[in-house]
């Protein structure tokens, strides 16, 4: 207390010293502030200023002003891959939210070697995305596939994953489960901050497991969960890897990724000004996405704290 | 104290002298980039150390890009430090070219006094991939082509004549179809014949051969065309109706590529590039490479990457002499002997000139003879025209799944697809033309 009075006379009355000081502060923090600038402020800025032009990256960009933005609205493989996009993020986020929490639930369970069970589940999260598309790959293989193995063991056909245009999608939401780890620690997490308290007093007023679970476990997670829904979100709007490893956007554009279709234009067709429009395209989706979701849910969250 | 200050001038000046003089004797240094599996790649470093050593005063610098090579040549270009030299993918050659990205080499080549000299290349064949407009911006330094393999124990087996080497003397498809139903057992999952369909090469003669086009004169797709789609369903139809030829899908899922398929007995013919004979000849059997069948005449398509400068190299007489280097016959014949290059110079096809690749335990009997007279009279160039890539990888590939997955009739897919293609091959035609 003593020192901080000292410091705001400090600044009323010397201004020269506090100057001094402000330039220490800005020289401190100058390393982020430069690597903000020069990493995003002005690589966005470019791309911003490139989406109003035709770039091949062989001449000099020449200006069109909304010209790309326009041309998205007639192109094709744009709206495909904006529906592929939604497809997968649509069901795969829901689902591996439902599923990590699930998982969460029996991993808080005190049964033994439960550190075993959460080192096995978080395992496919530290295994490369690239290495995980190439096992999967074999995982999905009509012929020799788990994945197929065990559908015929239930007597069911062969399915043609990744060559069929209607089981790729499906076959690459299954695969986007394998990847709930990062999930499963936070609801773990989550999950231990919630008091005991909270279940004795319930328990004493008589709730049965379920109620416990509706009524205490769900809103005291429910910060958690809108957390994942929105990183979730994120992340799935901007896949690619997938695409990019295992399909190629094939078989017949049914696994055209947004991200992955923004690539070709920028890297294959040389069309650089068009993809950085998509880009900014698909930021100005991620934000009203999430804006909605804030408005829409988050009413529904309910943070202890405040 | 005077004395040590001397010496220390002595050897400052000594320093300075020597890299001075270093400095002068730099050679310069031009860059080189391509694609290319681990063999063409040895290839390509040998050549390079011996052209280093040839010219003391160039130093050329490999740079290999096995996958993504678009992707980093356009980074590159766009960051100011292309290669001066590297592989231009025929598909994007004359893109690059109407882009400005090519060093315009016409006079070069044709004051060369031994480029330069009329035959020198196999003509009309260079002429027609590297002019545009008349002018060269790209120098080939091979062919490739596709023609048949046979694995002559399943014939024999069979009891069945083996194709023919001469395309003269080309099959007709109903007797190639005939033969591949011999073949073909399905108990012992044993497969007549086989034509790849993922991408454009493979089936593109059988469209020439029945009279249609890939792509016309006028660069537009011409897929739709009665005699296209007919050959189309033809060969669609060997899979679906006929069942002498496996699923690509089948293929995959077995874990086998065509050669290991061919090879082991499972599949009697296959259609593919001649680039596969490296392969294949390495493969434990007997085997044997023949014309392709014809449906009205026989052809054959070819194709292969071109050398080209970058236009604003800093060297480029450099540049250009390692261009020339890059299309002399020594260059090409290392890889002309092991089976995945087909030489692009008439000298390599003279009677001294075959002696130099054709090796026996690589090239099987008659060999030359089908290479020379397909190259002779029955050849093609696919025309690919401005925005073919994008055409090709997101709209006809995709479109043409249905038909060899036996969902759609030929018809059906070109009916939805070629209009697609063809529109955005002119949208991106008026993109760059204006």
């Not at chain 2, 069979?158 to 005939?178: I, L, T």
């Not at chain 2, 696919?382 to 759609?408: D, H, N, T």
Request: with cysteine.
């Amino acid at each position: 207390m003593e020192k901080r009075l000292f410091d705001n006379r400090e600044r009323l009355n010397k201004g020269s010293l506090s100057r001094k000081r402000i330039t220490a502060g800005y020289l401190f923090i100058s390393p982020i502030l430069l690597g903000m600038l020069i990493w995003l402020v002005f690589p966005m800025s470019f791309s911003l200023w490139l989406s109003g032009h035709e770039w091949d990256l062989i001449s000099e960009p020449s200006f069109i002003g909304l010209g790309n933005f326009k041309e998205v609205l007639s192109d094709e493989l744009f709206w495909q891959s904006l529906k592929v996009t939604l497809y997968f993020s649509g069901v795969s986020v829901p689902l591996s939210l439902i599923t990590a929490f699930l998982v969460a639930l029996l991993l808080n369970i005190e049964i033994k070697g439960r550190s075993v069970f959460r080192a096995l589940y978080y395992l496919p999260s530290v295994i490369p995305v690239v290495a995980n598309c190439v096992l999967w790959v074999w995982i999905l293989n009509s012929e020799f596939g788990l994945l197929n193995f065990f559908l015929s063991k239930l007597g069911l056909s062969k399915v043609l994953w990744l060559q069929e245009p209607k089981w790729t999608m499906p076959a690459l939401i299954i695969m986007s489960l394998w990847g709930i780890g990062p999930l499963v620690v936070l609801y773990l997490a989550g999950l231990q901050g919630i008091s005991r308290q909270l279940y004795e007093a319930a328990e004493i007023d008589g709730a049965n497991w379920g109620n416990k679970f509706l009524f205490i476990t769900i809103p005291m997670m429910s910060p958690v969960i809108f957390f994942n829904l929105i990183i979730g979100l994120i992340n799935a709007f901007q896949t690619f890897t997938q695409a990019y490893i295992m399909t190629q956007g094939g078989p017949q554009n049914a696994t055209l990724f947004y991200v992955f279709y923004l690539y070709q234009n920028a890297f294959q067709w040389m069309r650089m000004g068009y993809a950085c429009a998509l880009a900014w395209i698909l930021f100005a989706t991620i934000l009203i996405c999430t804006l909605f979701i804030f408005r829409h849910f988050e009413r529904l969250v309910y943070y202890a704290g405040t | 104290m005077k004395k040590t200050s001397k010496s220390i001038l002595m050897l400052m000046s000594i320093i300075l002298g020597v890299s001075v003089m270093a400095y002068a004797a730099e050679p310069v240094t031009i860059t080189f980039m391509g694609w290319g599996s681990p063999l063409e790649r040895a290839n390509v470093e040998e050549g390079v150390k011996v052209f280093n050593q040839k010219h003391p005063e160039i130093n050329v610098k490999w740079i290999h890009v096995p996958a993504d090579y678009e992707t980093k040549l356009f980074t590159m270009v766009a960051g100011g430090t292309a290669p001066d030299v590297f592989w231009g993918g025929i598909d994007f050659y004359r893109e690059y070219a109407y882009r400005g990205l090519l060093l315009d080499i016409t006079d070069q080549v044709k004051n060369d006094p031994i480029i330069g000299k009329p035959g020198y290349f196999i003509e009309p064949w260079e002429e027609e991939r590297c002019a545009i407009e008349g002018r060269w911006y790209g120098i080939g330094s091979c062919w490739t082509l596709i023609h048949m393999f046979y694995n002559k124990e399943v014939f024999d087996e069979a009891g069945a004549e083996y194709p023919p080497v001469d395309p003269d003397k080309a099959w007709d498809w109903s007797h190639f179809v005939e033969i591949a139903q011999k073949l073909t057992s399905k108990a012992d999952s044993k497969w007549g014949a086989y034509i790849p369909t993922a991408w454009w090469m493979p089936y593109d003669p059988f469209i020439a051969s029945n009279g249609g086009e890939y792509v016309n004169k006028e660069g537009k797709v011409a897929l739709d065309e009665p005699e296209a789609v007919e050959a189309l369903q033809q060969i669609a139809d060997l899979t679906n109706k006929v069942q002498v030829a496996p699923h690509a899908v089948d293929l995959q899922e077995l874990g086998l590529g065509a050669w290991q398929m061919l090879a082991t007995g499972r599949l009697g013919m296959l259609v593919d590039g001649s680039w596969a004979l490296q392969d294949i000849s390495k493969l434990d059997f007997e085997f044997g490479c023949a014309a392709l069948p014809k449906f009205k005449v026989p052809v054959t398509t070819m194709q292969a990457h071109l050398h080209v400068i970058h236009k604003d190299t800093k060297h480029p007489k450099e540049a250009w002499e390692f261009l020339r280097f890059l299309a002399s016959d020594y260059y090409q014949l290392s890889l002309c002997k092991v089976g995945l290059w087909l030489p692009s110079h008439s000298s390599l096809f003279t009677p001294e000139g075959l002696k130099q690749w054709i090796t026996p335990e690589v090239h099987p009997e008659g060999y030359a003879k089908l290479i020379a007279k397909y190259m002779d009279k029955y050849a093609r160039i696919l025309y690919m025209p401005i925005g073919w890539r994008k055409a090709s990888w997101s709209i006809i590939f995709p479109g043409l799944e249905p038909l060899w997955l036996g969902k759609k009739t030929a018809q059906e897919c070109v009916n939805e697809m070629v209009p697609k293609a063809n529109a955005t091959l002119a949208k991106e035609l008026k993109r760059i033309k204006g």
